[in-house]
């Protein structure tokens, strides 16, 4: 498969890749329309874990019906309707993988986005319970109000945790007109 260098998904997924195979429990904080938890679930073992999360029920429903149309309903995906913030929580296994795709669902109501205090919330209780050499992967989009304002506090907060403890970096295209995404990428050292 070729990776273009186009995007912070298909960047995202080409940086995830080699480590999809080898997770064993896997988060997708935000499935919206399910091409992250798709990727994720068609790349894992078949005895791994894979949660899929979003607020929105249509989102979980649309990324159930894509997994069940590509054939990846032999895999182990909990599907949950809820904020990310709650529900990560409940996950008592070490995360390996935890994506999030921020702002609002393509193709649904663009008034529903994700906001830097939930967002924040839920990446602070991930660093806690990620494994060593596991992956935070954030796609930010700061092209909008919203969005803007969630990548500047987002920005300040990934800059403040501790490098002894994580290593974090940023991809973003920069010869793009207006503002384009952000891919941040956090890992556990070992
Ligand atoms: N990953 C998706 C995909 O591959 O199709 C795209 C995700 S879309 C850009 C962002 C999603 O975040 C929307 O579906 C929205 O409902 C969801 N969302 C917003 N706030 C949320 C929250 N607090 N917890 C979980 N999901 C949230």
């Known amino acids: 498969k070729v990776y273009p260098f186009k995007n912070v998904v298909a960047m995202s997924h080409m940086l995830l ?4 195979s080898e997770a064993q429990v896997l988060v997708d904080m935000t499935c919206g329309n399910g091409h992250d938890t798709a990727f994720l679930a068609s790349l894992m073992k078949d005895d ?13 429903a649309r990324t159930k019906e894509r997994l069940d ?10 599907y949950r309707q809820g ?6 929580g409940h996950i008592a296994e070490p995360i390996d993988i ?11 109501d663009h008034g529903i986005h994700t906001k830097s205090e939930t967002t ?7 660093l806690h319970k990620i494994a060593i050499n596991g992956i935070i992967m954030i796609a930010a ?5 919203a969005g803007a304002q969630e990548e500047k506090a987002l920005r300040r907060f990934l800059q403040s945790v501790p490098q002894r403890e994580f290593d974090v970096s940023l991809w973003q295209p920069i010869n793009q007109i207006h503002c384009p995404p952000v891919l941040y990428i956090v890992q556990k050292r070992g």
């Open 17 to 20: 890749q080699p480590y999809v």
């Open 48 to 60: 791994a874990v894979l949660y899929a999360f979003d607020i929105q029920d249509c989102a979980v």
């Open 69 to 78: 149309s590509l054939g990846l309903s032999h895999k182990t995906v909990v």
């Open 83 to 88: 904020s990310h913030d709650d529900l990560v």
């Open 98 to 108: 935890a994506v999030f795709n921020l702002g609002y669902l393509p193709s649904g």
């Open 120 to 126: 924040i919330k839920a990446i602070k209780i991930c």
């Open 141 to 145: 989009y700061p092209g909008t109000e």
